[in-house]
């Protein structure tokens, strides 16, 4: 860059001579001499191949300056006297005090005066602004409506850097900002390769275009764009949109840096997560975009959420690319690809298993193989560990009006009639099967809706409904989330289908199992309107209708009045299972569960309990465990007579009175507990 600044050095020491004391050049030795002379000026040819014959990288980097100031003489000056400026600091204090300007400061004035050394041009506004609008952006001119002639220009090493060679980007971007090469090796694995293909044969036409890649975060957007300029033979820049913007709007400074970079590089753009919600909105903040990146005459990528529209608010051609999740056998594809390159084997990963439950980005697959990798890197890795580590990777805080239920009942446990345990298996086989039977078998095209898997559980309390919803969570290895209805239901028109569309939407890609209790007070039937109240009553239901036609998760919902449900749910759940009172063979398991041999006991009827009390499980259980501290407390053996009494209490806590003689040959058990009553109720 010597040479560039000694042409600076050249001009300003010509210039000075003319227009300056002589005692100057004493102060500045090193950047001027009053010894220069036109002869030596000319010396130095302008054009970089022949002042850069012996470096040909120089003079092609150079070429692209020269021939974007048109061999303008204000504006090639203006770039020499800023390389000057980098190379040594005291250059803009020296045009200060030789130019009697008021401040330390480049500017196109300046540039003009030392290029023509005379005052006149200053005459010729025209040249003087076509002269500034060929290096403002690459002196990166003071941004604002100031008198452009006075506007300073910030000499900030980047030209001197990129001249001389430098790959990296501008440093004052490299902490946010990153090139990706196309000479990288190519993935194993790459989905929407035909789009890719598509969007680079668009790209591959000449002049401005933008496509604009929308997804959920971590799905796969800034590969997209990284394939389609490999495909095209181009390094990427990405750039994160907060890097250049504060609050949704653009900075001036950070932007133009941008700009900057890629005239230098003919680099590609990729301008991620652009989120212009925040006033002053999104188009006027879209045509700035479009106006700095159009004069530059190539495709650019932007990335945003579902959500943002682009199109309607530009002029210049715009491609649409919505990245959806991923299909099972895509899925089961990223997790392959993605294992090999994390250093793992694929064989001791459950990957058909991950695929079909778990609905994950691209980016969540690899954040969960990172910590694999580095947690336990041989394996083999248990299914239900993995499924932990996915909740996880997914756990953002997210889950506000839900709560997570443990799982850690099992099929053993749970005391249903055959058939509801094989409907319940059903539902699993269900959930196992789905990419057999609708991907395998060519089935999802004609099932664009429905394909939910629901079931309605209904039944008396205490039969085992959140049981079995739990039995399932567990069996399938997926976590049950029970919606809190309290901060579901609000007293406010629509805010109960803006919360409902959250859970929906969050469990759509959290992997989850939606369990409703008590829904009823949700799913109600819709009744003839016959005011306000009716007609948004009737809407909460209708809206509920519509969101188990579009999920294609799993929901379960207990209630205890089935009779209360909508008919139009009860069509929609693909399966419903009646949970009924246990039958007496099954009250018998039931005491013998929660009785188990571990339990000091002594002369227990089972077949008395198991007769006598129609119970459901969770009586019988709290019954127990009510007989147990009875025991634990009156010499530690369960006997019959802890156990009467507790079952005498638990019906009387319902608001049922029971006689001694209700039960039979141990009625005379619950004669101290009796008198005990009695006296507590005299006294």
């Known amino acids: 860059m010597k040479r560039l600044a000694a042409l600076a050095a050249f001009k300003l020491s010509l210039f000075l001579k003319d227009h300056a004391d002589l005692s100057l050049f004493s102060r500045y030795p090193r950047l001027i001499s009053a010894d220069v002379t036109e002869e ?25 300056i020269y021939d974007a100031c048109g061999g303008d003489p204000i504006a090639l000056t203006a770039i020499q006297l800023s390389i000057l400026a980098d190379m040594d600091e005291r250059t803009l204090t020296l045009l200060r005090e030789g130019l009697g300007t008021s401040r330390d400061s480049l500017t196109i004035e300046t540039a003009a005066r030392i290029a023509l050394r005379s005052s006149e041009i200053l005459e010729n506004l025209p040249a003087l602004r076509s002269a500034y609008d060929k290096v403002e952006l690459l002196l990166q001119a003071e941004p604002g409506p100031g008198n452009f002639l006075k506007t300073p220009f ?53 002049g401005f275009s933008l496509f604009h890649i929308s997804g959920e975060r971590t799905s796969g957007r800034r590969f997209f764009a990284q394939e389609a300029a490999r495909k095209l033979g181009r390094n990427l820049l990405v750039v994160p949109y907060s890097s250049v913007s504060e609050n949704g709007r653009l900075l001036a400074v950070p932007w133009r840096r941008v700009l900057r970079e890629l005239f230098l590089t003919d680099q590609l753009l990729c301008l991620c997560d652009v989120d212009c919600s925040a006033p002053p909105g999104l188009p006027s903040q879209l045509r700035l975009i479009e106006r700095g990146l159009a004069p530059l005459g190539r495709p650019v990528f932007l990335t945003t959420t579902e959500d943002i529209r682009i199109l309607p608010f530009l002029d210049a051609f715009v491609a649409q690319v919505p990245i959806h999740p991923c299909s099972i056998s895509e899925s089961a594809a990223l997790w392959d690809a993605l294992a090999r390159e994390n250093s793992l084997s694929p064989q001791n990963l459950p990957i058909q298993e991950l695929s079909v439950k778990m609905v994950l980005t691209a980016g969540q697959i690899n954040r969960i193989l990172c910590l694999l990798s580095r947690g336990s890197p041989q394996g083999p890795w248990d299914a239900r560990d993995i499924f932990k580590l996915c909740y996880q990777v997914l756990d953002d805080g997210r889950y506000q009006n839900i709560r997570v239920v443990k799982s850690w009942s099992t ?67 997926l976590e049950l989330y029970k919606i809190d209805l309290s901060q579901i239901v ?23 199992i939606l ?3 008590e829904g009823d007070a949700l799913f109600g039937k819709r009744s003839e309107v016959k005011d306000a109240k009716d007609k948004y009553a009737n809407t909460e239901v209708a809206y509920l209708l519509q969101r188990m036609e579009e999920y294609s998760g799993i929901v379960l ?24 009172l246990p039958g007496e063979s099954l009250r018998r398991d039931l005491w013998h569960d929660v009785l188990p041999s571990s339990v000091p006991q002594k002369g227990i009827d089972f077949a008395y309990l198991a007769r006598q009390f129609e119970l459901p499980g969770s009586q019988i ?3 127990a ?6 025991a634990a407390a009156d010499g530690g053996i369960l006997s019959m007579k802890h156990l009467v009494e507790a079952v005498f209490l638990e019906r009387q806590k319902e608001g049922k009175v029971m006689l001694a003689s209700e039960f039979g040959e141990y009625g005379n058990l619950l004669y101290d507990l009796m008198e005990r009553m009695n006296a507590s109720i005299e006294s």
């Open 154 to 206: 910030h000499p900030d090493g980047r030209l001197a850097s990129w001249l001389s060679g430098e790959e990296l980007p501008d440093r004052s971007m490299q902490e946010s900002c990153t090139v990706f090469s196309f000479a990288a090796p190519a993935p194993a694995f790459c989905r929407l390769s035909q789009e890719i293909q598509r969007i680079a044969d668009l790209g591959a036409k000449p």
């Open 625 to 630: 465990l009510n007989a147990c501290y009875k």
């Open 40 to 64: 030596e000026l000319a010396s130095y040819p302008e054009e970089p191949s022949l002042l850069y014959a012996d470096s040909p990288k120089v003079a092609a980097r150079y070429q692209k």
């Open 411 to 477: 099929w053993e446990e749970l005391r249903l009639e055959p058939y509801q345990k094989q409907v319940l298996r059903d539902i699993c086989d269900q959930v196992e099967n789905q990419g057999v039977v609708l991907d395998n078998w060519g089935l999802r095209p004609k099932y664009p809706y429905g394909r939910c898997v629901s079931a309605l559980f209904s039944g008396p309390p205490g039969t085992g409904k959140t049981m079995a919803a739990q039995v399932l969570a567990g069996t399938l290895g």
């Open 490 to 512: 609000d007293k406010y028109i629509g805010e109960t289908e803006k919360r409902l569309k959250e859970v929906f939407d969050r469990a759509e890609k959290s992997n989850m």
């Open 515 to 517: 369990f409703f209790d």
């Open 621 to 623: 259980k709290n019954i």
């Open 557 to 580: 919902m207990a209630t205890n009045l089935a009779n209360q449900i909508d008919s139009a749910f009860v069509r929609r759940f693909r399966y419903h299972i009646p949970f009924t």
